[in-house]
């Protein structure tokens, strides 16, 4: 009886979040940047996070917004730190920040961030990329721990549920979780970035994988390429064309159901030739969740968007997007790159609720 109870009311939780959903419109939300970004910043001077925070995973559960985001005070140190708000516009900082830290040995003994999460029944699960090296880079693994409550604490298990690819392969370099979605016979479906080097800043992809218990882990490979660098494992979704804005790289990239598919709101980025970088967020919807197709007026939001960086903006870019709605209100988290440490908000109207 208990079970069932629970199961009722976790059933009520998500179809209200899946009260915005679109029909089966492929177009994206039209989302307006809040006027008051940015929503969170570094901490003061002495404090776990002051030099960095970025890659903002919003969760809404019971009326509060908790909004989990990666910060450092030495750099490459990376902890997942947490913020919580009632209106999803005013955050505070938890007072037992990071909720998640390095594990000084293994395989995070260096970085333990970017956390993505999920909920399996009554316990919270949490990805995030670690790193045994000393190195602002992100690592070759990622990581899983769980809890009850979404506070803490947060116990990890002692390997990684998955690794990068071997020597040759698109993603040996580095894998960092950026959804996982639970689907609807119970099994689960995460999306990562990889990578071979992080310091060259160009095919950057994204990969799947899927699993039955969410702990084993299995990579999409297509069996039509035998070779390098896609011999182990395929992406579903690279970046563009030459001369195309996401050109150089796409990451971290939000993945959520729609009635009869997925949508995808990604960064993408394209090096120019003054050395800055230009990114901004694109959407992309798929019928599979493996093969993509990319909105014909991407980028939808960009840095000319917000009207924060209308003084900063060749310093900055728009990334790590992060997604969620309310009832008819949809909001969409980012950051805006390592120069400009902070975490903005756009919201956007829903056109038209499923029935």
């Known amino acids: 009886m208990k079970k069932l109870i629970f199961n009722l009311i976790l059933g009520l939780f998500i179809l209200r979040l899946s009260g915005c959903k679109q029909g089966n419109s492929p177009a994206p939300l039209k989302f307006k940047a809040y006027e008051n970004n940015p929503i969170l910043s570094p901490g003061e001077p002495g404090s776990w996070d002051e030099l960095f925070i970025s890659a903002p995973q919003i969760i809404y559960f019971e009326e509060v917004f908790y909004l989990f985001y990666m910060g450092c005070n030495v750099p490459g140190k990376m902890a997942v730190g947490l913020a919580t708000s009632s209106d999803g516009f005013h955050f505070t900082k938890f007072a037992d920040n990071p909720v998640l830290a390095p594990g000084n040995t293994g395989f995070d003994a260096y970085t333990a961030t970017a956390g993505v999460l999920v909920q399996n029944d009554s316990v919270?699960?949490?990805?995030?990329?670690?790193?045994?090296?000393?190195?602002?880079?992100?690592?070759?693994?990622?990581?899983?721990?769980?809890?009850?409550?979404?506070?803490?604490?947060?116990?990890?298990?002692?390997?990684?549920?998955?690794?990068?690819?071997?020597?040759?392969?698109?993603?040996?370099?580095?894998?960092?979780?950026?959804?996982?979605?639970?689907?609807?016979?119970?099994?689960?479906?995460?999306y990562y970035s990889g990578g071979t080097e992080i310091t060259h800043w160009e095919d950057f992809y994204i990969g799947m994988a899927s699993s039955a218990d969410g702990i084993s882990w299995k990579k999409y490979n297509d069996p039509s390429?035998?070779?390098?660098?896609?011999?182990?494992?395929?992406?579903?979704?690279?970046?563009?064309e030459a001369g195309e804005w996401d050109d150089s790289y796409v990451w971290m990239a939000n993945?959520?159901?729609?009635?009869?598919?997925?949508?995808?709101?990604?960064t993408g980025i394209s090096a120019v030739k003054n050395n800055f970088e230009t990114g901004a967020i694109g959407f992309?919807?798929?019928?599979?969740?493996?093969?993509?197709?990319?909105?014909?007026?991407?980028?939808?939001?960009?840095?000319k968007n917000d009207p924060f960086l209308t003084e900063i903006e060749k310093k900055a870019i728009i990334e790590n997007p992060s997604f969620m709605c309310i009832d008819t209100l949809s909001f969409m988290y980012y950051d805006y790159g390592s120069l400009v440490s902070s975490i903005g908000l756009a919201t956007a109207k829903m056109p038209e609720l499923v029935k």
């Open 124 to 190: 919270w699960v949490m990805y995030y990329n670690g790193n045994e090296l000393a190195t602002y880079a992100p690592g070759p693994a990622i990581g899983r721990a769980t809890a009850t409550l979404l506070t803490g604490p947060w116990i990890k298990d002692k390997i990684p549920v998955l690794n990068s690819g071997s020597r040759g392969e698109w993603d040996a370099g580095f894998i960092i979780p950026s959804t996982v979605i639970r689907m609807d016979d119970e099994s689960y479906r995460m």
């Open 255 to 266: 993945v959520d159901t729609l009635p009869g598919g997925y949508r995808m709101y990604f």
């Open 284 to 303: 992309a919807t798929s019928k599979d969740g493996i093969r993509w197709e990319r909105y014909p007026a991407n980028p939808v939001y960009t840095v």
């Open 225 to 240: 390429t035998k070779e390098h660098p896609f011999a182990e494992s395929d992406p579903v979704f690279m970046n563009g």
